[in-house]
């Protein structure tokens, strides 16, 4: 800790605290963790669940630990410094985020989700705190309660704030796993778009009520193991219809509405995944197209006009999402014959596709300068 100088707690809780720091040598803001648990030896710290985990991911949406530190028994975790959490910027708001700002906001949350869901680990404590901003970026991070997907049962059930808490917990499954991180992001994005948490239970059994009173109690047909879970504990769900989402939201899209209802399923294995929720319409107006489609653009200018430009972006979006979005739709473009699945035509002189190694994003509105190549993103 000598290398650093603690500046202000900026936050705490019943494992550790937060301190923003400066490195005193390269003069870098930092953010350290604090453990108040005592360790005897520094392997006991390397084999800790969440050093493990932390060590292990590596993406842009996942906040990056630069080194861990062990000094009189205390363990530290020194993080890449980010400006605040999406709790503080919800609470400071006095007016609702754009459609295009929570669309920002989820579908790096999703890349982050995916990334760590893909290397083998739940987070299991999803919540605006631990979703950290610094202008137009947001990071997952905390992992103190991360988990690996493939560890044996029991699960422990004390995980994750209450209001973020995926049904099956709430009812003591010894059994889950990543779908509760999508329940809670269900739960974050509808909360973007009101500034009011969608399940603010008062205690376990009211957090079940107040689940019912949004979505409806679960039937049979809807979740059928959810309803063994409860016989197990005695317990009867209230009969309750739901409301509409979009009631509770009036300011979200029809797309919007579709992906947090499917998120918020009552049902663990309905809920998408990371990578399908990435795909869901919601994020289509910014065409993203995943791996392993990874393409790039070159154009010639001396060949080809902006006329034939749009339509090449076409040709792309339609082979891989089947149609053309509506945002895409310009006089008669594509032309008649280019059915789902065919292969792309021959690309006149000048244009390619070629194999990528990042995700590019395609916009119908965007003025392609001639000569550029085009990667990761367009527009």
């Not at 459609?99 to 890349?111: D, G, L, S, T």
């Not at 869901?117 to 919540?127: A, P, W």
């Amino acid at each position: 800790m000598d290398d650093y100088l603690a500046i202000k707690e900026i936050g705490g809780g019943t494992y550790g605290t937060v301190w923003r720091a400066v490195n005193k040598h390269s003069w870098e803001v930092v953010a350290i963790k604090l453990l108040k648990r005592k360790y005897s030896s520094w392997e006991e710290c390397l084999n800790l669940q969440e050093v493990k985990c932390l060590r292990k991911l590596n993406h842009p949406n996942i906040v990056q630990l630069k080194e861990l530190i062990w000094e009189h028994q205390t363990l530290g975790f020194v993080f890449e410094h980010m400006e605040c959490s999406l709790y503080q910027l919800i609470q400071g708001r006095n007016q609702l985020f754009s459609e295009a700002e929570v669309r920002k906001w989820c579908f790096q949350v999703f890349q982050g989700l995916n990334c760590m869901h893909q290397q083998g680990y739940v987070h299991r404590d999803l919540k605006p705190e631990n979703l950290l901003v610094s202008k137009d970026i947001i990071k997952v991070a905390d992992f103190g309660q991360a988990k690996e997907t493939n560890s044996r049962p029991p699960h422990t059930v004390r995980i994750s704030t209450r209001w973020y808490r995926a049904p099956e917990v709430l009812l003591k499954s010894s059994v889950y796993n990543t779908k509760v991180d999508m329940w809670a992001m269900g739960a974050i994005m509808a909360e973007l778009f009101t500034l009011r948490p969608l399940f603010p239970g008062l205690n376990e059994v009211d957090q079940i009520h107040t689940i019912c009173n949004v979505i409806g109690n679960p039937t049979m047909d809807t979740w059928a193991e959810g309803l063994h879970l409860a016989r197990n504990l005695n317990y009867k769900f209230p009969q309750l219809a739901g409301v509409e989402l979009c009631a509770l939201m009036p300011s979200a899209s029809e797309n919007a509405i579709s992906l947090i209802r499917s998120l918020c399923s009552w049902d663990p294995c309905k809920r998408p995944t990371a990578a399908e929720a990435l795909q869901h319409p919601f994020f289509h107006s910014g065409f993203h197209v995943p791996r392993p489609l990874h393409l790039r653009l070159a154009v010639d200018a001396t060949t080809q006009s902006a006329a034939t430009n749009l339509m090449l972006l076409q040709q792309g979006a339609r082979a891989y999402f089947g149609a053309i979005p509506n945002s895409m739709q310009v006089n008669n473009f594509p032309p008649p014959g280019l059915d789902t699945g065919q292969e792309l035509p021959p690309m006149k002189t000048g244009v390619q596709w070629n194999g990528e190694s990042r995700d590019l994003f395609l916009s119908p509105v965007q003025h392609l300068e001639p000569g550029r190549i085009y990667n990761r993103k367009v527009g």
